[in-house]
């Protein structure tokens, strides 16, 4: 409950039994228990199918008899929060034995005093249910922007192959038996980089309320690839600590995926755009805005030799426009509005060759000149080596010539950061 909201309703009583009238009246207690609470997306990650992935991870074999605590970053603060997990791509339901919330320590420790067990529905215990989704009871911790929470899950049971997101640039721990409550790193004793059924934390009774969320939706260059892990260098992570310290603080999430494409499902790399972008942007609490880089896999997968999405079609620009248009349209109809981003540089990858040159050109010039977009940033012309417009400048490659470093997360953050506070709220 909204606690202004709250207080006018015990002034309000006050107010009727000073005059005679029976409280009740005032503010009837159903009425109360029904005001809808307003959520705040503070993180959340994009659900993938198991897949071995980009590195070993837990996805396959899944979990039997096992707690997985996972460290998460918030970009928004409140005095309430809940968690959401996925089992999208669970063909039957997994049960959850229980779960627990925490300030985060060091790697897998967390702060005794923080420690809350999270409910479902009243109950520790709960199923994920099979393609679907399990959201916990609000709880009661407070949390401020840029805090890292501790989410540790544990099944005493056996789950099968898990809902994932693969890459998270963050370690997850895995511990034997039950450590919910752990608050040493002891038991933790293996590590992998990916997210697994975790795919969003909400606040509520915070300073972020209302702001309007920005979703940067995409694939590797969004998700984080080339960063140091544990160290939150991803571009969004960036453009939230830019927005803040321009007084402009806005909950920034991160919808990337690697090797997403826009027109096409990957095994491997998730569903295509237009098939996640509902589930992924537009149903996240409190967005306003989506940020959209995407579509060189879609371009360049034809032109590499990665055995991992073959046969790769051969798109046009004139598809990729199509595509683009069709995201345009779903996020307007709910009142979103869409920044379009240009395609990086990607010349010496192994995405490039002369079809994707061409195509990757007449698409930054739509996305520049079509005025379709709400706003536009062009992180083509901005990214680029001095004096080879199709080079990834060497001071901001990570090394494949393809994804930035982090000095590369940070410019193109700074470059969002400007127009978003100078075209949207």
Avoid: C
């Amino acid at each position: 409950m909204n606690p202004f909201a709250a207080k006018t309703g015990t002034a309000l009583a006050a107010l009727v039994i000073a005059l005679g009238a029976p409280a009740a009246a005032a503010v009837p207690a159903q009425a109360r228990a029904e005001r809808p609470t307003a959520w705040q997306a503070a993180w959340m990650a994009a659900p993938q199918r198991a897949s071995t992935g980009f590195e070993p991870n837990w996805s396959e074999e899944g979990f039997s008899g096992q707690s997985v605590r996972q460290v998460v970053r918030l970009t928004a603060g409140g005095s309430s929060l809940r968690i959401r997990l996925s089992n999208d791509y669970g063909p039957s339901a997994v049960r959850l034995t229980g779960a627990t919330v925490a300030y985060a320590g060091q790697g897998a420790s967390v702060r005794p005093e923080s420690i809350r067990r999270l409910t479902f529905a009243g109950a520790e215990a709960a199923d994920i249910p099979a393609r679907g989704s399990l959201t916990s009871d609000p709880v009661r911790l407070r949390v401020q922007p840029f805090q890292s929470v501790a989410v540790t899950l544990y099944f005493a049971g056996t789950t099968g192959p898990a809902t994932f997101h693969a890459q998270a640039y963050a370690g997850s721990y895995r511990a034997q038996g039950d450590h919910r409550t752990d608050t040493t790193a002891d038991a933790f004793t293996q590590v992998t980089h990916s997210w697994y059924y975790l795919s969003g934390v909400d606040v509520t009774g915070g300073n972020d309320q209302g702001k309007d969320a920005v979703v940067a939706f995409g694939d590797s260059i969004t998700d984080g690839f080339g960063s140091t892990t544990d160290a939150d260098g991803r571009y969004p992570d960036e453009l939230a600590e830019q927005l803040a310290a321009r007084g402009r603080a806005r909950p920034v999430l991160n919808a990337g995926i690697g090797g997403n494409l826009l027109l096409h499902d990957s095994a491997w790399y998730g569903d295509g755009s237009a098939a996640r972008f509902r589930r992924d942007v537009l149903d996240q609490p409190g967005v306003g805005t989506v940020v959209v880089l995407q579509g060189v896999n879609d371009i360049g997968f034809s032109e590499s030799d990665t055995p991992t999405y073959k046969p790769a079609p051969v798109v046009s620009a004139d598809e990729l426009i199509g595509g683009y248009r069709r995201l345009i349209r779903l996020a307007h109809a709910k009142g979103v509005k869409v920044v379009g981003a240009t395609l990086l540089p990607f010349k010496r990858s192994d995405h490039w060759g002369e079809h994707a040159a061409a195509v990757s050109d007449a698409v930054n010039q739509w996305i520049r000149t079509s005025r379709e977009y709400d706003a536009v940033v062009d992180l083509d012309r901005a990214m680029a080596a001095p004096g080879d417009a199709d080079l990834l400048n060497p001071a901001y490659d990570s090394g494949d010539h393809l994804h930035p470093n982090d000095a590369g997360y940070t410019v193109m953050a700074r470059l969002i950061a400007d127009e978003l506070t100078t075209t949207t709220r």
